[in-house]
């Protein structure tokens, strides 16, 4: 008599839309490497994404991402006065695009930077959605930490699934500004991994963002009698 085998379905093919992935659960993942199921490899390198407005006017509720609703559609349904490219080297807009539907990524940090007055106190919305109707969003409200000396950038640590449905929408980008935004994964679902017999989850290390200045420790006084 045959015995029965009941496969397991994968971690990524959780109905509910990855929330039952253990591996994007853990809000530590930077380099937590006992709590994932391989080592990190490498420090996390950034897509980097700019907007240009080229209009004198601001111009409300741009996104980034939201693959399958913009990869194919015209300025990918962007106003005309803005133009949204890749600033990694060979790499284009449609391609990060691309990908995100391909190979989806969890974000850890989110570096936000513009030089135009004001543009940092515009917020941005992030959202994920499914077809099933789940939908969530976090907003970034940008801050800066009173001992952050570069005042034209803001980095927000909230961790969040880069898909095909993902956007990140500005509220505005005002008049004539150029905002870049950094997007730096943590993890990364690769299938092509699994032909090479590697993990298809692929880790990161955190970046280098913030540097610690060293506190000088004074030495004890001998005290002579």
């Not at 391609?95 to 004001?118: C, D, N, V, Y």
């Not at 930490?145 to 034209?152: A, G």
């Not at 950094?182 to 092509?192: E, G, S, V, W």
Request: hydrophobic share 40%; aromatic share 8%; charged share 15%.
């Amino acid at each position: 008599m045959k015995k029965s085998i009941q496969l397991q379905k994968p971690e990524w093919f959780s109905a509910n839309g990855w929330e039952d992935a253990d591996a994007w659960d853990h809000a530590d993942a930077w380099a937590s490497a006992d709590a994932q199921p391989q080592q990190a490899e490498r420090p996390s390198a950034p897509y980097i994404i700019q907007i240009v407005n080229a209009c004198t006017s601001a111009i409300s509720n741009v996104d980034i991402g939201d693959s399958y609703l913009n990869r194919a559609a015209s300025n990918f349904n962007a106003n005309s006065n803005i133009t949204i490219t890749s600033t990694v080297t060979g790499v284009v807009y449609l391609e990060f695009l691309a990908q995100t539907e391909s190979q989806p990524f969890k974000i850890g940090r989110t570096m936000i930077i513009s030089t135009s007055a004001g543009q940092l106190d515009q917020t941005v919305a992030v959202t994920h959605r499914d077809s099933a109707g789940n939908r969530s969003d976090h907003v970034i409200t940008p801050t800066l930490d009173p001992y952050q000396t570069q005042t034209d950038r803001i980095i927000d640590e909230y961790e969040y699934l880069f898909d095909g449905f993902t956007r990140l929408r500005f509220n505005q980008i005002n008049a004539s500004a150029t905002v870049t935004v950094r997007l730096y994964p943590i993890q990364k679902f690769a299938a092509t991994q699994l032909v090479a017999g590697r993990n298809a989850n692929v880790l990161y290390q955190a970046p280098h963002l913030i540097k610690v200045a060293p506190v000088a420790v004074p030495r004890p006084r001998m005290i002579q009698g």
